[in-house]
């Protein structure tokens, strides 16, 4: 990218001023259009009182903007709060009597959680493909997923080493054992291009505190439409109805497609920091976003190991979203160390993950990189 573009980009993020963040795997820096989103809806109460029109309209376009990110139509698309949320949704929605369901070992804990709660209620045998050497090799899938597998869950990227998986050849092991495919994309979306049809994932769920630059508070739920409709969902509320605005008590009469998934009143406020947020990341473009996080992530690891750092992340950034993990003794008191000298980052258990974005240059790595040396 051009020095311009990048200095043009870096200045709608104010938090840069003072501050090198390289957190997006955890929170990313906040741009002017969001603050200025907080503050549309702050003014919204206070001028309007009460405004459904205006706020539907913004959640309604923050789903349209998600939609359009990970090539889907938007009635595919539920309004969920949380990961943990929406994967707790959809096993309420799933008959998984006398099947398996597999989970990877390098899943977020909170798939596990919602998957060994489900099974107190349903008859299933729960199955955790291992890691190997921090990644999931693909055969791993052709060994552990058979035909009695009723749900496979894997994370496009993982939250601890940033391990990018082959969606697709997952997928297809997935379907030829006839396994519904839910995808855990809250480290990739925003940062890696996704595409649901061309992955042929059936489920997939991604929040809007990371690389998609807003806050928590709000996920997306894909569903492909035709496996949305056979499904008749127990965790619901008014806003999954067909006609919300009827306040029908006695009927229940489920939306087409993923709205069926909805539950109550939308997160608004998260509503309009979502659409701005997304409009930023469709200004600029995926591929721009993708192609400058690899070039960050190729140099992040490029130091490191002349620096002499160990990873936990893959060495082939083929094999990697934007965040390098970084094995460091401590690593929530470095974490801490690191932000009073300036650099905000993140840890997870003996790693140091640094974790970059579209504002971010080669210098905010190697400077963070130098710090962190300095310090252990
Ligand atoms: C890959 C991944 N999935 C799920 C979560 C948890 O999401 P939520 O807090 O929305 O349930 C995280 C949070 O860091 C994550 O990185």
């Known amino acids: 990218m051009e020095t311009e573009t990048l200095l043009k980009i870096r200045s709608e993020f104010p938090s840069l001023e003072n501050k090198i963040i390289l957190s997006s795997c955890s929170q990313s820096a906040i741009s002017l259009d969001v603050l200025d989103a907080m503050e549309e809806y702050k003014n919204s109460l206070l001028e309007d009182g009460m405004s459904w029109e205006t706020w539907m309209v913004k959640v309604n376009n923050a789903k349209e903007k998600f939609s359009r990110i990970i090539n889907c139509n938007p009635d595919e698309i539920a309004i969920l709060s949380s990961v943990s949320d929406s994967i707790s949704s959809i096993l309420h929605s799933l008959d998984l009597n006398n099947q398996e369901v597999c989970v990877t070992e390098m ?18 045998k729960v199955t955790f493909i291992p890691a190997e050497n921090n990644v999931i090799p693909i055969d791993h899938y052709e060994k552990y997923i058979h035909e009695n597998t009723g749900l496979t869950c894997v994370s496009h990227v993982s939250y601890y080493n940033g391990f990018k998986q082959n969606i697709k050849e997952i997928a297809k092991i997935a379907h030829r054992n006839d396994s519904l495919l839910f995808v855990d994309a809250y480290q990739s979306a925003g940062g890696v291009n996704i595409d649901v049809k061309e992955m042929d994932i059936d489920i997939l769920v991604a929040g809007m505190q990371k690389y998609l630059l807003g806050v928590p508070g709000i996920s997306f739920m894909y569903i492909k439409k035709e496996i949305a409709e056979k499904l008749s969902p127990t965790t619901i509320g008014w806003f999954g109805q067909k006609e919300p605005f009827a306040f029908d008590l006695k009927n229940l009469d489920y939306a087409n497609s993923a709205q069926r998934f909805n539950t109550g009143t939308p997160p608004v406020i998260n509503g309009y920091i979502a659409d701005a ?60 160390l690191l932000k009073e000298a300036g650099y905000v980052v993140s840890a997870r258990k003996d790693v140091i993950r640094i974790a970059p974005h579209i504002y971010n240059t080669e210098d905010d790595i190697l400077n963070c990189l130098k710090q962190l040396e300095k310090l252990i």
Request: glycine letters at 6%; one cysteine or more.
């Open 107 to 124: 899943d977020f804990p909170c798939i596990g959680h919602a998957v060994l709660a489900q099974q107190k209620k349903q008859n299933f």
């Open 277 to 336: 947020a997304l409009s930023f990341i469709e200004r600029i473009g995926m591929e721009t976003i993708e192609r400058h996080l690899s070039k960050l992530s190729y140099h992040t690891i490029e130091n490191a190991l002349q620096m002499g750092f160990k990873l936990a992340s893959p060495r082939d950034i083929n094999q990697k979203g934007a965040s390098t993990a970084i094995y460091v003794e401590n690593a929530n008191k470095v974490e801490g």
